[in-house]
């Protein structure tokens, strides 16, 4: 297969030209939908200068689900590039390591004892995410926290909340009306107010993920090479798996169980920014993450009008034939290079 960087713009223009494309998708989500609305009512929404249906759709309904995009999208693809780098994997996404996982079982529990809290759900499912993390990063570091024991251990404790998922739906089986909206993912009927809490943990997880991008370039290098230069490797991989989990754990929890996401994008991105920066590789992952997610949603409320898809079904629709075409080329020997 020929490689797509041949056909690719300058690596040093890629993060500008993902930023103008998530740009350009944002106002897109904004106009388009069941009620189109021209460009000239969205700015004048957005300027407080807008009244009547256009103003109240544009600022209640679709800048709380464009935002919700934009953030979920590059929360999960900076994620599943930390996790990718670090577990050495290219099949590696933010579910491998406990965070869809436990976001549905404490969803579920939620669901099932609180009915009535729905505004609890949100905070539930992020406590639940970054728990199944932190349970992978404790069996890992009690037994050397190598890359193949983290993936294995992520798989344990997957399938375990998912039978204690299955076990509170069996003693509770009203509990699945909550559970299945968010099991599928999706932006729809978003706020501001449930989007504002995740917006500042993505934002220090990110920040803190990008200052220590230079020691992540030394960690791909390899463990060996890492420590001969005095590196901290194991605490090192802790630190920014535990950072990926706060990412994507924030988003599942107004986002739901949004899937693919933090595979596709990182792979994308990958041929047009390179892997000579972890930094602006993490930069092109977030725009190029939060561009898809906005694109996939755009479509998937467009495209079967008056009917809606959720995004969750849109991006499984996409992600699972890219995940198999993934698999066959690793199959065949052909990986991603040092991450």
């Known amino acids: 297969m020929k490689d797509l960087r041949t056909f690719s713009i300058p690596t040093e223009s890629v993060v500008p ?10 106002l897109l989500s904004l106009c388009l939908g069941a009620v189109p609305v021209a460009p000239g009512e969205v700015l004048a929404a957005l300027l407080g200068r807008g009244s009547g249906t256009a103003a109240s759709i544009v600022l209640y309904a679709r800048l709380p689900r464009t935002c919700g995009c934009l953030l979920a999208g590059a929360a999960l693809a900076a994620a599943g590039t930390i996790i990718q780098g670090v577990l050495g994997n290219p099949l590696a996404a933010p579910n491998i390591i406990g965070v869809n996982a436990g976001a549905g079982f404490c969803t579920a529990v939620c669901a099932a004892l609180w009915p009535a809290w729905t505004a609890a759900v949100p905070f539930a499912a992020f406590l639940g995410a970054l728990g199944g993390v932190l349970l992978v990063l404790f069996i890992g570091s009690r037994t050397g926290a190598s890359k193949m024991t983290l993936v294995l251990a992520g798989v344990a404790v997957s399938g375990m909340f998912s039978a204690g998922v299955d076990a509170v739906l069996a003693f ?8 299945a909206d968010f099991r599928v993912g999706g932006v729809a009927n978003l706020s501001m107010n449930r989007v504002a809490p995740a917006f500042w943990v993505i934002l220090a997880a990110f920040l803190l993920a990008l200052s220590l991008s ?21 605490r090192l991989r802790l630190i920014l798996l535990a950072l990926a989990a706060a990412l994507a754990g924030a988003a599942v929890s107004f986002a739901g169980l949004l899937g693919f996401v ?27 993450g939060a561009a898809l997610l906005t694109v996939c949603d755009i479509l998937a409320r467009t495209l079967f009008a008056p009917y809606e898809l959720p995004v969750g079904v849109a991006l499984s629709l996409l992600g699972g034939p890219f995940f198999l075409w993934l698999l066959l080329r690793q199959k065949r020997g052909r990986g991603m290079g040092r991450a």
């Open 262 to 288: 933090g595979l596709i994008a990182p792979h994308m991105v990958r041929r047009l920014a390179g892997e000579d920066s972890s930094a602006r590789l993490l930069l092109a992952a977030a725009l190029g």
């Open 172 to 179: 509770f089986p009203d509990a699945l009306n909550g559970y």
């Open 17 to 26: 030209v993902l930023g103008a494309l998530a740009v350009l998708s944002a």
């Open 214 to 234: 230079g020691e992540l370039d030394v960690l791909l290098l390899g463990e060996e090479t890492a420590r001969s230069l005095g590196l901290p490797a194991r």
